[in-house]
């Protein structure tokens, strides 16, 4: 979840823990939202590292690119792959674990998700935007 800032910083941190665990592809790669300080190592990783997947909130809901170019960029790259536009009630399923998406660009989910429990104050299982 999210490459982190622009740089080479925080990728070669995220290189370094895939490398150390073993992973040779991301399977899902999700983007909470599209401020440099979480999609600025994007387009850096994913050249260092096949990508299956990106899944994010969909268009962007800010008035000006917080990342100049990044819209372009990032629209090349999910091309080339599958793209999922994560909405409220929406599941992602993980190896062992489904993630529920409670919220996503400003939309919260409104009824609760069928035979899933919260604990009371528990407001985001995922994150988009």
């Not at 941190?13 to 895939?18: D, E, H, K, P, S």
């Not at 490398?19 to 401020?35: C, E, L, N, W």
């Not at 993980?94 to 409104?110: I, M, R, W």
């Amino acid at each position: 979840m999210d490459t982190g800032s622009p740089g080479g910083r925080d990728v070669a941190r995220i290189m370094a823990v895939l490398q150390a665990a073993g992973v040779k592809q991301i399977d899902h790669m999700v983007s909470t939202h599209y401020h440099g300080d979480h999609v600025g190592g994007l387009e850096e990783l994913a050249s260092k590292i096949p990508m299956v997947q990106f899944i994010d909130h969909g268009a962007t809901s800010e008035p000006k690119e917080m990342v100049p170019g990044f819209q372009k960029m990032y629209a090349a790259l999910y091309a080339k792959a599958k793209h999922m536009v994560a909405k409220p009630g929406d599941t992602i399923p993980f190896d062992g674990v489904t993630v529920a998406v409670v919220t996503s660009n400003g939309e919260v989910l409104k009824t609760p998700l069928p035979g899933r429990q919260t604990q009371p104050g528990l407001r985001r299982l995922c994150a988009a935007g």
